[in-house]
C-alpha cells in the first residue's frame, strides 16, 4: 500500500511540474530621465486600448535615466522591446549597432517623433537676477544650471540652443557662437547627471539662478512644487526638441513582442495619446489639439538642428565626441 502511494504521489508530482506556466506578456521602455510622469500616464491608456483591441493583460514597464546612459545600456544588453528617447543621435547609435532600424525615422510619422518641445530657462520667484534672454546666462555673477552636454539630451539641446542663438545675431558665427557657449558653461557651478537631477538641484538643493530645460519640464515642477515657486522665461530664439521613438528589433524578435511594441508606439498619435502629450506639457504633432491648448503654448521662434547643425548626424560627432567642440571649451573652463 505504501508502495502505492509513494508511486502515486510521484505521478501527481511529475504532473504538476508538466502543467503549462503562462507569463504575463510584459513590455520595457527604456526612456529619458525626465519622461517618468508622461509614460506613467500614458501607459494606462495604452493598456485599456490593447485590451479593447483584444490583446491579453500586458504589463508596461519603464526605465528612466539621462539618455546618453540609456542607449549604451540597450546596447551592452539592457532588452528594451521599445526606446523613446529625446534626440536623433542617441536613437542612431542604436542603428548604428543594428537594435533598431536604419530607416526608424521613418517607420512612423513625423519623424518618428510624436511630440516636441523645447528649451526655457526656468528662474526663481520674482526673477531676481532679471533673467530674460540667451545673453543674461553669460553675465558674471550668473548661476546656470543644466545636465552633462556630453551624456544628456537635455544638456546637448540646451548647448546647442545657447550656440544657435549665438550664430543669428549680427555677425554671428562659429568662432563667436563657441565663445558665447564657454562662457555660458563658465556659469555653470555644476553639471547634472540628467534633466531630472538637474531639477532636483535646483529647486531643492536651491543651486543656482536659472534652469534650462524642457518646456514640459516647468508642469512637472509646478505639480511638485507649487506654481508660485518659480517663473517661466521664453527666450527670444530657441531650439526645437524631438523625441524620436524606435522598435528594439532583437528584442521583440526574441520575445515575439513586434505586435506589441508596434502598437504601443503607434497609440502615441491616437488622439488619446496626443492630449496625454498635452496635459504632460509636451507639444502635440496634433494641429486640433495644438489649437485646444494654444494659451498653454505660447509662440516662440524655433531653430531645428537639421537647419542650424545639418543634422545629429553632423552636430553630435563635431560638438560633443571626444575631442569635439565641447571638450575644447570644458578644458578652458
Known sequence: MSRFLHKLGAT???GLFALPVWAELSLLNVSYDVSRDFYKDYNPLFQKHWKALGGEPVELKQSHAGSSKQV???ADGLEADVVTMNQASDVDFLAEKGLVAKDYAKRFANNASPYTSTMVFIVRKGNPKAIRDWPDLVKPGVQVILPHPKN???GRYTYLAAWGF???QAGG?????QDFVARLLQNAPLFAAG??????????RRI???????????ELIAREFGKGEFTVVYPSLSILTEFPVAI???????KGTRKLAQAYLEYLWSPAGQENAAQNYLRPRSPELLKKYAEQFPPVRTFTVDEVFGGWSKAFPTHFKDGGTFDQIYQKK
Not at 173 to 177: H, L, P, V
Not at 208 to 218: I, K
Open 166 to 168: 549665438a550664430l543669428a
Open 208 to 218: 543656482g539662478d536659472v534652469l534650462v530645460s524642457f518646456e514640459s519640464e516647468a
Open 152 to 154: 544628456t539630451g537635455n
Open 248 to 254: 528594439v528589433n532583437p528584442v521583440v524578435d526574441k
Open 195 to 204: 534633466g531630472r537631477d538637474a531639477t532636483t538641484t535646483f529647486m531643492q
Open 173 to 177: 558665427n562659429d568662432r563667436s557662437a
Open 12 to 14: 501527481l508530482l511529475l
Open 72 to 74: 549604451r545600456a540597450v
